[in-house]
């Protein structure tokens, strides 16, 4: 580690061929890559309808998995796999979708910080320390009690609770990058602020924040399923959260586990996939970092 | 002295912004008249419904302007009242409601955070003084499951395994029981909120002390002759101390807000289902006062986090 933050790395040879991403990386990748394409292609798929009632005359729901329900039925004989399904769907849209919106956001006013400093600096970290004042939850719940609880608008508050944290770190990568020779380089050669901030940062900033991109996800979606807990999750529709509390109740949690333990492993396996690749990743670019010295 | 006067202007600055964008959300998203009087809010012909609005929009100061409320609010607030509930009659007051409920929720926390303490750092000390061996890798595997898995979905987990199916802890909190049954009710629950911070505790900690067991005063004890176990908690762990107590003030945010959701699933009476209630019913005034007893504790936490830095680290100070 030490050795490599003070030679001079060729960025574009040694580096890139010497890591390759092993097993560690593509079993958790192929889950996502499973997860996301079924949800996405959820409607195409011969899916039995998650609305559906499969009540069998003589039998009380929830009735346990078996060839017909792989993941049993709810209480309402609802099939919880198409449920799953169909929750994944909007877990993982709300992940992403507020995810990008705190990245956009967030990065924006992070990378303008670093850049211009002075009062504009000053501005937006106080601002970052005032959204990180809220403990977790706090500032999303406060959101939602005063806005509706739709699929939009719980990514928009989501994506607010991410601006501060995101924010702070594209700030701190500008800020590492900004005094370096090649910004000065492009500033003597009369580069604008503009120019400055798209061409000669946004690529270097781009790639370590990309890396968190993931952990930024899973974050999202675990925030969710703590609102669906509070009862604040969207009002329609299923959630991995909404699915969990559904079957969390100590009478249904007694007699037929699988009503929650089918959410919670599908959605623990999603987030633990999450969670590998994010550091994988953070750990594969950190090595360029430090090979570029600080 | 400076250096002091700072850093405690900042935490009112940042306790008053705090207020201020929940106090303005709280009053320009939501229209407090709708609570206290229902749909009569919304008439505007009938005579008798304009003065109805009247008298209450005087009541609650509702005629007044925001900042105004706001300063009015405030005075109140630090003195520990924190206003009247909106809604018909205005009773009880919330600070009444909250003194009820937030012992509980504080209890639980405070437990969850000792549990934290004393799960991840023997923890941590202990995979670390045996990195690679076949044990470390199991415990390692066993901390990436609590930090992947969610606070709620492991309450569920816990409360099935340990307490329906094992039956080792009471899956009930009865408020009005006596005081040590009460805490014995409070371990499910608490060890939920404990378990992930753990293991962020024991990842960290790995870490940092297989670095410290390379260096040359450790290699100088084992010379001298001491205990292994006096190595590892005297010696190795010391350096360490700064990033525990920086993971403290991290973890604490964590653990507030997912008190609210554990209170929930094991039926704790707490503010956790206090805020729920709240939100439904559209009570702001006390919606506003948890949400700033929550943040200001996490707030001022911190701020005790920092001072600490100084008096381990006085080069912090700079």
């Known amino acids: ?294 | 002295m400076r250096f002091w006067g700072l850093r405690v202007g900042m935490l009112i600055a940042l306790l008053l912004a705090v207020s201020m964008l929940t106090f303005g959300a709280m009053n320009l998203l939501g229209d407090p008249l709708f609570n206290i009087l229902g749909p009569v809010a919304g008439d505007t012909e009938n005579p008798e419904n304009i003065a109805k609005i009247q008298a209450a929009k005087e009541q609650f100061y509702l005629d007044r302007p925001l900042p105004e409320r706001y300063v009015r609010w405030l005075g109140d607030f630090v003195t520990g009242d924190f206003g009247v509930r909106f809604s018909a009659s205005g009773q009880p007051p919330v600070s009444e409601i909250i003194k009820e409920r937030l012992p509980r929720t504080l209890a639980l926390s405070g437990m969850a955070m000792t549990f934290t303490l004393a799960i991840g750092i023997p923890w941590g000390v202990w995979s670390g003084s045996r990195s690679e061996t076949a044990r470390d890798r199991l415990s390692t595997g066993v901390a990436f499951f609590f930090i992947a898995m969610p606070n709620f979905a492991l309450a569920v987990v816990l409360y099935y395994v340990v307490g329906i199916r094992l039956g080792w802890l009471p899956l009930r909190f009865d408020a009005g029981a006596p005081f040590w049954q009460r805490m014995h009710q409070l371990v499910l629950p608490a060890l939920t909120l404990a378990l992930g911070g753990a293991a962020v505790y024991q990842r960290l900690l790995r870490t940092d002390m297989i670095t410290t067991l390379q260096e040359d005063f450790i290699l100088m004890a084992r010379a001298k002759g001491l205990s292994r176990r006096h190595i590892l908690f005297r010696h190795a762990l010391r350096p360490s101390l700064f990033s525990v107590v920086t993971l403290f003030g991290i973890n604490a945010g964590a653990v507030f807000s997912g008190a609210l959701i554990v209170e929930l699933i094991f039926g704790i009476p707490g503010v956790g289902s206090l805020f729920v209630e709240s939100i439904f019913r559209e009570d702001f005034p006390v919606v506003l006062a948890l949400v700033m007893i929550l943040t200001a504790a996490f707030v001022v936490m911190n701020f005790v986090i920092d001072i600490l830095y100084s008096v381990i680290d006085p080069r912090v100070r700079q």
């Open chain 1, 1 to 294: 580690m030490k050795l490599t933050a003070e030679l001079p790395v060729d960025e574009s040879s040694g580096a890139v061929k010497a890591r390759r991403l092993g097993l560690g990386f593509w079993l958790p990748m192929s889950w996502m890559i499973l997860i996301v394409g079924v949800a996405l292609l959820a409607p195409v798929l011969p899916l039995k309808d998650p609305t559906d009632y499969f009540i069998r005359p003589g039998e009380r729901p929830p009735y346990p998995p078996s060839a017909d329900h792989w993941f049993g039925t709810d209480q309402d004989a609802r099939d919880m796999f198409s449920r799953i399904i169909s929750g994944a769907r909007v877990s993982l849209a709300v992940g992403f979708m507020s995810v990008t919106m705190s990245f956009i956001v967030g990065g924006a006013l992070g990378m303008v910080a670093g850049l211009v400093r002075g009062w504009f600096d000053r501005l937006a970290s106080f601002l970052f320390l005032v959204l990180l004042s809220f403990p977790g939850l706090v500032l999303v719940i406060l959101f939602i009690a005063l806005i509706g609880r739709s699929v939009l608008t719980i990514s928009v508050t989501l994506a607010i609770a991410g601006i501060a944290p995101v924010g702070r770190l594209a700030r701190a990568a500008t800020l590492s990058f900004a005094e370096r020779e090649f910004v000065i380089a492009a500033r003597t050669l009369g580069a604008r602020n503009s120019r400055i901030l798209f061409r000669e940062l946004l690529p270097n900033v781009i790639i370590p924040m990309g890396a968190l991109v993931l952990l930024g996800v899973a974050a999202a979606i675990v925030a969710e399923g703590g609102l669906a807990f509070l009862g604040l999750s969207i009002e329609k529709g299923e959630t991995w959260g909404k699915l969990i509390r559904n079957g969390a109740g100590s009478r249904v949690l007694r007699d037929s586990p699988w009503v929650a333990f089918g959410p919670i492993t599908v959605m623990f396996l999603t987030l633990a996939s999450l969670n590998y690749i994010g550091d994988y990743l953070r750990d594969f670019f950190n090595v360029r970092e430090t090979g570029l010295g600080r």
